[in-house]
Each structure stands twice: as C-alpha cells, then as structure tokens.
C-alpha cells in the first residue's frame, strides 16, 4: 500500500462531511429496520444488512490541496446501477446558489471497502470532474479502531488505454487530515465557562494540557521508532527519515524582531486590558466612599 | 486516556445527551435508541391536527437538535463572517419538545432589513424539499434560523414580528438566533430558541434568562421586545455512529487547540466590546453624576438602575478579559513549545544526509 497520495494531493476533510454521511447512513438504516421489523416476525438479525448510501461531496480544489467542505445525498438506481444524473443536477444548482465557491469533487458511500461495482459511478462521475474521489466512510462501529473510518480513493489516469483504477490514497494521516480551524470544532472542543474565573481557568489550561500530552506521546513514539532505526532493529526508511529532518528543520517556527515586537505588543495589549477591568472593578465598589452613607448599593 | 476525560467535560458543559444506552454488543440496542431518526409519518399528522399549542402559548418548552443540525448550523452562521444569515430547520415534535434534525441554508442576507426575506427564498425552498423527500429525509420545516454576529443571542422587532408570522401560519415553528463571533471566543456555542407570545398576551411570571452583553446601539432593540418572547432549553443528541466518529476526530482535534489564535481571529470583535464597554460607562456616568448632586431629589429606584448598570459593565469587562487572558495564555504556551528550540546539533548533519524536502 503506498504510503502518501501517489498523485501527490493533499486532502483536507472537514468534520461535516463526516457527520453529515453517519447522518444519512443512521437515517436510511433506522427507516429501514423500523419498516423490516413491523412486518417480519423474527428476532432482528435484520440489524445485521448495512444499507448503503449514496451522495456527492463538494468543496473547492486549490493547487494540489483538495478541501472537502459538504455533502449532499444522491439517489441510487439499482437497476441501471448508476446515480440519479437529474437528482444531482438539481442538488447542485441548490447548493450553488447558497455556496457558491464550491463545486463538485465526487462522491461517497459507506460500506467496509471498495467495490467493482463503484468504478462504474465514478466513471459516470468523470464528465463533471476530471479526477473525482470517492469518499468511502465504514459504518460498523469498532471500538478497538483508533483511526476514522473514512478512506479517500483517487482514479488514477493511464493515457495509453483510457484505463481508470481505483488507488487509494493513504487511509490514515493524509485523507484524513482534519486539522481543520472549525469554529464548530472548537466549540466542541473548547471549554469555557465565563461564570466561574478559576473553573474556567482550570478548564482551559486542562486542555491545552491534554493537548500537550499527545503532542508528547506521538514524538516519543516517532523517537522510539528513530532509536531503533539506528540501533539496526528496524530497516532503514529513508523518506521518514526526510521527513522528519525537515520537521526538525522547521522549529523554531518563528523567530524574527517582527515576531517578537507583535507576540510583545500582543502581551501588552492583554494586561492593559486586565488593567483597565481591574480599575473598573474598583471604581464600581469605590464609589461607596464618595457618596452619602444613606445611598446603598 | 486525556481526549476521554477532555471530550466527557466538554460534554457536561454543553449539555449533550447521546441517544444511546451503555455499550453492550447488541445491535438490538443501538437500533432501538437511534430510533429518534424515524419518521413516524402517522404520529406527526394527527398531532398536526390536533394542535395543542393553539390553547397554550408556553406549550412547547423544549429543543431537541442534532449534532449534524447544530454543526451545519454554526458553519453557515461563520461563513457568513460579520452579515446575518439564516436558514431553515427540518424536524419534528415529540409532545412538548420540538426536534430539529437537520438545518440547510437559504440564499438570503440581512435579514435586518427585510422583514419577507422568506418570500424571496420560498422557490429555494420547495425546490429543496422536495428533493430532500426524494433523497429519505422525510421530516418537515419545523423553525428558522439566523445568525447575530457579535451581538449576542436574542430576538429584534423585526424577528419578533417574522416569528410572530410564522407562529400563525406555520405551527409549530422555533426561531433559533447563533451568535458565531461569541461561540469562537468564548468556546461554547451561543445558540438561544424562542418562541414568540400572541398579541396581547401577558406572561404569569418574569423568565429568568441567563446574563449576555449587548452593545449600545442594540440595546433598546432589545428591550422594548424582549417581553415578547420566551427562550427555551436546548439539548443535544447524536446517533451512535456519530458518537463513535466524534470519539476519532478527538484523536485528531489536539493538534487544533495548539494551533489555533483565537487573539488574532477575533481582534475586531474584542475591539469593538471595549469601545462598546466605554460608551456605556460614559452613559453610566452621566447618570451616576446627576445623582449625586440630587441624592435626595432622585428617586431610589433610579439609582438601582444605575449601580446594577455598573455591576454589568464590571461582569462584562471581566468576561472580556478572561477571553483575551486565555487567549495570550494559549499564544505564550506555543511560543515556548515551538520557538525556544535551540540547534544545538547544527554540524551533527552527516555529508550523506540528504537534503530535506522543500514543505510545500
């Protein structure tokens, strides 16, 4: 299995594509089960049929870095086995007018791996889109799994005989690269409660901690790994060994005057405004001592 | 593991409740809880025709709204940066619970000034619908939403009389204001559904509604309407497909806390909150100096006014220097992690050492 994107893309997945393709899937799976179990008279080994879903996913394409922002569903036509063509254009011309930027990148189902059956879809998919990808999100639910079920494939184009296979991209880090600044994501993922000052320092420094932490285990893992290239345990891999040569290349991140007058600047500007809250603060309880004893507050 | 007990505060803090029992290996269960996601068509009518809410204007009194209608929600409302956007809910009712299971966006902006903004969206709207039924998701418009960017959760005149509209035409309907600009830099969602009182009609007892800041040139918007109005709870819930991949995407999420500035995204936004702090202090001190020269002329209730006007700009100006310290302190942490590397192994690189990857 190739280790990076043989096309050299970058993927970037947003979390609502994720979301919204378990939405679909929980939806098409609870219609279905709530219908089979009205009319079928034994126990519920119905559960056990995973339905699949169709739909198109949208985003924009910028240089070699493709960023999947939505999605949409499509209809499926068992009999032709190819999606709805009018359905989607009608689902594209909704979408367009409310996003305009994005178009359309290719589509997704849900299922545990690739079939022969989807390389006819996605070749009907190919007049929209020159290269589209096929977001392929497994439902089961595994809770030994540590990575997102989502795999990204690519068609890869031999100009000899017109020939397209399916290739996937790498499963892990690169297709599912959600390092995503959502403000969605943050709300998730931030706490703060404004009531209480301590709680919610404690709160957040909490989580910039754990944060911390994982950032810890994932460089001692990388470390572990490099010790035992070097003591010979493990053979030598020398594209991991470029990478992380250019990590450590990278760091400090920022180092300039520049820098240091802004993040300086930056500093300032927060204690004057402690400062001023501070001062406010007092004036409000202050005021006591200004005004006659019989005004109460 | 940290990402579990990070995720299982956030979860208390912002009141999820994942529909599904503790994990046990039978599907039976999961199916049985996710079961929210039907559509009973039947149930749904016959409570359409039946219309208990005509009765009593405080009959529904909470929101249920899934994860994907929240999160769909509070991407258009930042997307749409500093300009009002809105959108529809689709959902259905569950006895005095409204359920909202899914959002979608309208082409419309600035709502502010156009009070039939909707009738403008009402062809996206059919269009759309129609091919959602086609699609299986069966559920009707059940609300609209709209975005405050930067000035808080709350109902204006012309909300209130559009909500009004649609409690009359559209029942049952929900209104639901995102403020995206104060979810970022406060981390928790400002989101607040309401439901607006029929002409006339006079609540038994005063709501007691949680504290925001209002700006200045919104606040008596605010005032004269907000008796007009009730708010109501609002939970979560998600599938157990979506739990199982929101517990992944935390794996992921860490690298997201020790990247992102909240300082520099929202300096516009602080800014605007300090000059908007001083103007009402100017205002409070105009009247803080009539009183005292009067103390005995001014009537005692005006002075309540007055102090409780200067304990909400201390609150308001604490809240904004609890963000912004949390914000440098984030920005501090990164400064050390990342710019104080020294090189010290600079001529530790072998002549064989290839030369590194230009990152692109």
């Known amino acids: ?115 022969e059956s989807d390389m006819h879809i996605h070749k009907a998919l190919m007049d929209i889109n020159e290269s589209p990808v096929y977001v392929l999100l497994n439902p089961s639910i595994n809770p030994a799994q540590k990575d997102l079920p989502v795999t990204i494939f690519e068609s890869e184009r031999i100009s000899v005989d017109h020939v397209a296979h399916l290739k996937p991209s790498d499963g892990g880090s690169a297709a599912t690269q959600c390092q995503y600044p959502l403000p969605s994501v943050v709300v998730f993922f931030n706490f703060s409660d404004m009531n209480f000052a301590l709680t919610c320092l404690a709160a957040h420094l909490t989580g910039i901690h754990s944060a911390i932490k994982m950032l810890n285990s994932r460089i001692r893992v990388l470390h572990h790994y490099l010790v035992a290239m070097q003591k010979g345990e493990i053979p030598c891999e020398n594209s991991l060994l470029r990478q992380v040569s250019s990590l450590l290349r990278r760091l400090p991140a920022i180092e300039s005057e520049k820098f240091q007058d802004d993040f300086l600047m930056e500093y300032n500007d927060t204690l004057l405004i402690a400062y001023l809250a501070m001062f406010t603060n007092c004036a409000r309880y202050n005021i006591l001592s200004f005004l006659p004893d019989f005004v109460s507050f | 593991m940290d990402s579990s007990i990070a995720q299982k505060t956030w979860e208390l803090e912002n009141n999820i409740v994942s529909m599904e029992t503790p994990p046990t290996n039978s599907t039976a269960d999961t199916s049985a809880s996710d079961a929210i996601f039907f559509y009973d068509e039947g149930a749904q009518t016959k409570f359409q025709q039946e219309k208990p809410w005509v009765n009593d204007p405080h009959y529904f009194k909470r929101v249920k709204i899934s994860a994907l209608a929240l999160l769909k929600m509070v991407v258009h409302a930042r997307s749409g940066g500093t300009i009002e956007v809105m959108g529809l809910m689709q959902g259905k009712t569950d006895g005095d619970a409204i359920i909202v299971m899914d959002a979608f ?194 009537p005692p209730p005006r002075r309540k006014e007055e102090d409780s006007q200067l304990a909400k700009i201390t609150r308001d100006s604490a809240k904004i220097t609890v963000e912004q310290v949390h914000g440098l302190m984030s920005q501090v942490i990164k400064d050390i992690l990342f710019n104080s590397v020294r090189q010290s192994t600079k001529t530790h690189a072998g002549p064989s050492d290839p030369e590194p990857m230009i990152e692109s």
């Not at chain 2, 156009?114 to 091919?131: L, W």
């Open chain 2, 105 to 298: 966006a309208l082409p419309v902006e600035g709502t502010e000034t156009r009070v039939n903004a909707q009738a403008d969206a009402y062809e996206y709207m059919v269009d759309y619908s129609q091919t959602n039924k086609q699609a299986g998701r069966l559920e009707n418009a059940v609300g609209w939403y709209h975005s405050h960017p930067g000035y808080g959760c709350w109902l204006s005149g012309i909300d209130v009389s559009t909500q009004m509209l649609n409690q009359q035409f559209q029942e049952p309907f929900l209104a639901v204001v995102i403020d995206p600009t104060r979810t970022v830099s406060a981390g928790k969602v400002e989101i607040g559904a309401f439901r607006t009182y029929p002409e006339g009609y006079k609540p038994p007892d005063e709501p007691i509604s949680e504290y925001q800041t209002i700006p200045l040139n919104k606040i008596e918007d605010f005032g004269v309407h907000c008796k007009q109005y009730y708010s109501l709870d609002i939970t979560y819930f998600k599938s157990s497909l979506d739990c199982h991949l929101l517990d992944l995407l935390w794996n992921k999420y860490w690298v997201n806390t020790l990247s992102s500035s909240p300082l520099l995204g929202n300096g516009d936004y602080v800014a605007g909150q300090i000059s908007d702090l001083a103007e009402k202090l100017e205002q409070a001190e105009n009247q803080l100096s009539h009183s005292r020269y009067g103390p005995l002329i001014a």
């Open chain 1, 1 to 115: 299995m190739a280790s990076s994107s043989s096309s050299g893309l970058t993927f970037k997945l947003h979390p609502l594509v994720i979301v919204n393709i378990s939405d679909h899937y929980t939806r098409v799976k609870s219609q279905m089960n709530h219908s089979s179990s009205a009319t079928t008279t034994n126990d519920d080994n119905n559960n056990g049929a995973q339905p699949r879903v169709y739909g198109c996913v949208i985003g924009i394409q910028r240089g070699r870095t493709v960023e999947i922002f939505n999605s949409f569903e499509l209809l499926y036509d068992p009999s032709t086995h190819s999606l709805d063509r009018a359905f989607l254009e009608k689902k594209q011309e909704l979408y367009k007018k409310v996003f305009p930027h994005f178009y359309i990148l290719g589509w997704y189902s849900t299922g545990s791996d690739a079939q």
